[in-house]
């Protein structure tokens, strides 16, 4: 499938998606939407992790696209939320690991973006922050409730109310990026971690994702719950029993992910 506003490229099992839109500083636009969904659904088993970066020198990915937005209505508006939401779910309903490489500015849907990943990691370079009421509107692809649930609410209303950018460092210091690399050594950086996980069992990866997110908005009790159902079932799985067996025979374990 061919693509105008982003690019999907596979290594192996890592597959890197990028908004590319740099003459607008990649901003989201409905049909850059409508095709990174694509995208997404166009990733095939094969594909055991993505990373996710922008386009260009300068950005991650600016926003949506003010231009676009500028002369909705409140129904369009109401069908333009619901699209960046669907999309950044389906991101995040991924079974495999998502890793947010933000190359830049991270701004609004940008940051927003960066959000629906499971982890963040920055170029010494990069700028985020939710500029949303300066604009006279609120974050609207899931900023309000996903910053919240990372940095907490006090950071979240901060960055929020005051619509300001962070720099890379702040960012690791309040907890929103995990790591700060050289702009040059991002993508590798990225790419080491992944190479990490692919060691890993698939199906172990992604049931440990699974209780994580679903265990997120419960109480202990319910969410220990999802814990013990999902490792005593790893235990009818073909990489339980090749993960144990490689341990005691002392070699390198060679998952299947059934
Ligand atoms: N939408 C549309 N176009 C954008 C854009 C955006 N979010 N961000 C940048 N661009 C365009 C600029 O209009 C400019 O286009 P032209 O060359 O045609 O004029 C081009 O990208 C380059 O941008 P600048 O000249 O502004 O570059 P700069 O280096 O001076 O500034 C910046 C960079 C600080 C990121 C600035 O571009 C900026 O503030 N962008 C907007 C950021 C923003 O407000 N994002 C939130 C959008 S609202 C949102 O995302 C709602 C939601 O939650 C769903």
Do not use: W
């Not at 369009?76 to 690991?97: K, N």
């Not at 997110?213 to 814990?227: P, S, T």
């Amino acid at each position: 499938m061919t693509y105008e506003n982003i690019r999907l490229e596979h290594d192996g099992a890592v597959a890197t998606l990028t908004i590319d839109r740099p003459k607008a500083l990649n901003a989201l636009n409905n049909k850059t939407l409508q095709e990174f969904e694509a995208a997404l659904k166009s990733l095939g088993a094969d594909t055991r992790v993505l990373i996710v970066t922008g386009g260009g020198e300068k950005a991650f990915v600016a926003g949506a696209d003010v231009a676009e937005m500028s002369a909705l209505e409140v129904p369009e508006a109401q069908l333009f939320a619901t699209q960046g939401h669907r999309a950044f779910a389906l991101l995040e309903s991924l079974s495999i690991p998502t890793i947010a490489a933000v190359n830049g500015f991270a701004l609004g849907g940008g940051c927003e973006l960066a959000l629906a990943c499971d982890f963040i990691y920055a170029s010494e370079k990069a700028q985020l922050g939710l500029p949303e009421v300066g604009l006279g509107v609120i974050p609207g692809f899931g900023g309000t409730q996903r910053l919240t649930r990372i940095v907490g609410r006090a950071r979240a209303k901060e960055l929020i109310f005051t619509g300001g950018r962070i720099d890379a460092a702040k960012a690791k210091e309040i907890g929103l990026v995990l790591e700060v690399l050289p702009a040059a050594e991002l993508l590798a950086h990225c790419s080491s971690v992944a190479a990490k996980m692919l060691k890993n069992s698939p199906l172990a990866i992604a049931t440990a994702k699974r209780v994580i997110g679903q265990g997120a908005d419960k109480d202990l009790g319910e969410a220990n719950a999802l814990e013990r159902r999902g490792f005593a079932e790893l235990f009818g799985s073909d990489d339980q029993r090749e993960g144990m067996k490689a341990f005691l025979e002392k070699r390198p374990a060679v998952f299947t992910g059934k």
